[in-house]
Nanobody, 122 residues
């Protein structure tokens, strides 16, 4: 079982910055990948960014240059740095981790954090 605990959300004015954190209950290097999704009211959940255990990152095209994801293996934590925030970035942000579980013949399981609210005021 994997637990992911997010923090860092809040209310910020447009143009401001926030950094989200996602602390994992096991080594982040045991995951195939981790990353972030977000879901705005009335919209589908969308991918924001991913990061592999080797540190390779990928971003939603529209967010490149403003959002950056990184990891810290000592703290078993993944971060999402969000700059130049816009009102349309308002959403609940979810951390996820893909874990190939050896106890289930390496079946891939996706675990989710509880979500953290980000609200950007205009």
């Amino acid at each position: 079982q994997v637990q992911l605990v997010e923090s860092g959300g809040g209310l910020v004015q447009a143009g401001g910055s926030l950094r989200l954190s996602c602390a994992a209950s096991r080594s982040i290097f045991s995951f195939n990948s981790m990353g972030w999704y977000r879901q705005a009211p009335g919209k589908q959940r969308e991918l924001v960014a991913t990061i592999t255990s080797g540190g390779i990152t990928n971003y939603r095209d529209a967010l490149k240059g403003r959002f950056t994801t990184s990891n810290n293996g000592v703290k078993n934590t993944v971060y999402l740095q969000m700059n130049s925030l816009k009102p349309e970035d308002t959403a609940v942000y979810y951390c996820y981790a893909d874990y190939a579980d050896p106890s289930t013949d390496w079946a891939l399981h996706t675990y989710w954090g509880q979500g953290t609210q980000v609200t950007v005021s205009s």
